[in-house]
């Protein structure tokens, strides 16, 4: 194992995303990026994970989950008082404006239509990683 990029070091974040296959990519070029990731497939799991202590630099969530979406999971993170502050990327395989305004209102820092190409999600990352 590589020791990491500095910036890279102590970096954890949270995948969810329903689409096993998605999930695996995102996993794996966040992990070759340095990062430690924890992936769910579900807006609940993700949601448990957020109400818990385990610390996080950043959430990267899937809009259509079942159960929990990742715009609800955004609206909770907002309006709790210890993740209030969380960068957070919305990703969604639908690219209507109405979900992007949805998102940015709620306060996504950032937001992906899926495809998306590795290069611009690990840019896009760094960005909302530096503003913290």
Avoid: C, W
Wanted: overall charge negative; glycine content about 10%; aromatic content about 2%.
């Amino acid at each position: 194992m590589g020791s990491g990029t500095g910036r890279a070091d102590g970096i954890r974040v949270l995948v969810a995303d329903d689409e096993p296959h998605i999930r695996r990519i995102l996993v794996t070029l966040l992990e070759a990026a340095g990062l430690t990731v924890e992936a769910v497939g579900d807006g609940q799991s993700a949601l448990d994970m957020l109400e818990g202590d385990a610390p996080f630099s950043l959430a990267l969530l899937d809009i259509m989950m079942p159960g929990v979406t990742g715009l609800e999971i955004l609206a909770h993170v907002r309006g709790s008082t210890h993740r209030r502050a969380l960068p957070v990327i919305i990703l969604t395989a639908k690219g209507q404006d109405a979900d992007r305004e949805q998102a940015l209102e709620l306060g996504a820092t950032d937001f992906l239509t899926k495809p998306f190409s590795p290069k611009k999600l690990l840019a896009r990352i760094d960005r909302v990683l530096q503003l913290t």
